[in-house]
């Protein structure tokens, strides 16, 4: 079973960039579907990325372009590549890994875009 820890949040002023890190426990790692998804204060947790296991990749509309999520199985790790961020970028920062109904969430880790 794998198990997640996610790194690299803080404050970061508007135009600025953040790297997440998601590292994985366990055997499987490669064979899960992982994602960043983000819940902002008072809204709904939302998926901002996803990577399947075999490197697909697909971003929420609001973060194309600017996000770039990225996974080293070797590491046991995934990565969110924010740059040009902007206010309302501003949530706690989810990690995700799906294998078939098997759901796993990290702890979060929380991002703050402000001047």
């Known amino acids: 079973q794998v198990q997640l820890v996610e790194s690299g949040g803080g404050l970061v002023q508007p135009g600025g960039s953040l790297r997440l890190s998601c590292a994985g426990s366990?055997?499987?790692?490669?064979?899960?579907?992982m994602g960043w998804y983000r819940q902002a204060p008072g809204k709904q947790r939302d998926v901002v990325a996803v990577?399947?296991?075999?490197?697909?990749?697909s971003y929420a509309h609001s973060v194309k372009g600017r996000f770039t999520i990225s996974r080293d199985n070797a590491k046991n790790t995934v990565y969110l590549q924010m740059n040009s961020l902007k206010p309302e970028d501003t949530a706690v920062y989810y990690c995700?890994?799906?294998?078939?109904?098997?759901?796993?969430w990290g702890q979060g880790t929380l991002v703050t875009v402000s001047s």
């Open positions: 995700n890994a799906k294998l078939f109904t098997h759901e796993l």
């Open positions: 366990g055997t499987m790692f490669s064979r899960y579907a």
């Open positions: 990577i399947s296991s075999g490197g697909s990749t």
